[in-house]
């Protein structure tokens, strides 16, 4: 990992991720000029995915949530640096990776100061052909298989000692290969495994049972979540 310091700005980055790093990776607009925007999700505030050389982007700006998040929109109370948004993610994500669990791989990350207050960013790998739960579940239902393997990646991460701030349907992808990832780890941080693991399936569970709600052609039952449950208790 390599670090640049300039002036109020303060960025991790991993050389392996970039030909050659530019501060400008951080901008949008920099993408804009390249004409190397591929794509963008928008739910509370937007995702922009790019095309670069080495491996296509995900840039993300931090915001926040709540009744806070209309006031601090994108601002955040000055912290040590290892201990800001981005960098925390950054950290989390970079031992997960290390480890061989499915995650983006962390590129680079910004904390950019202002007197009291701070605003972040993070880079990340595309996870190539991929689409999040709720996104397939509209589309048609998940094979048991593919539920098995939800849950036995899910099992992964909570024996590695993940505790995943915010394990939703959003946050579960699945490729084109079948293979399960998980994203967003935004406030993740590890602990040793106890009655959180139970909470983040409760978390997940409530996920699943509001999007069937949202949506009448939802394709997830209760079942399904029996043949997760088994799948990630089982040795």
């Known amino acids: 990992m390599e670090r640049i310091e300039h002036?109020?700005?303060?960025?991790?980055?991993?050389?392996?991720c970039f030909d050659s790093f530019q501060r400008d990776f951080f901008e949008i607009d920099y993408w804009r000029e390249q004409d190397a925007i591929c794509g963008k999700a928008v739910g509370r505030n937007t995702t922009w995915f790019v095309k670069d050389?080495?491996?296509?982007?995900?840039?993300?700006?931090?915001?926040?949530g709540g009744m806070i998040g209309r006031v601090m929109e994108d601002t955040f109370l000055h912290v040590a640096e290892s201990k800001s948004r981005a960098m925390a993610e950054f950290t989390v994500l970079a031992k997960l990776y290390r480890r061989g669990l499915p995650v983006p791989r962390p590129c680079a990350a910004r904390m950019v100061r202002s007197n009291l207050v701070y605003r972040a960013d993070i880079i990340l790998?595309?996870?190539?052909?991929s689409l999040d739960l709720v996104a397939v579940l509209k589309e048609r239902a998940l094979?048991?298989?593919e539920w098995q393997a939800v849950g036995k990646t899910i099992r992964r991460f909570h024996d590695a000692g993940l505790y995943h701030a915010d394990l939703n349907s959003h946050n579960i992808l699945l490729d084109a290969d079948g293979k399960v990832w998980l994203i967003d780890f935004d406030k993740c941080h590890f602990r040793q495994p106890n009655t959180w693991t139970r909470e983040n399936m409760d978390r997940?569970?409530?996920s699943f049972r509001k999007e069937?709600?949202?949506?009448p052609d939802f394709h997830w039952q209760e079942a399904d979540w029996r043949t997760l449950l088994n799948s990630y208790k089982a040795k």
């Open 125 to 129: 790998s595309l996870v190539e052909n």
């Open 204 to 206: 997940l569970l409530r």
């Open 7 to 16: 002036g109020s700005e303060i960025i991790w980055y991993d050389p392996e």
């Open 212 to 215: 069937k709600g949202l949506h």
């Open 53 to 64: 050389a080495v491996c296509d982007k995900v840039l993300r700006h931090y915001y926040r």
């Open 143 to 145: 094979t048991k298989e």
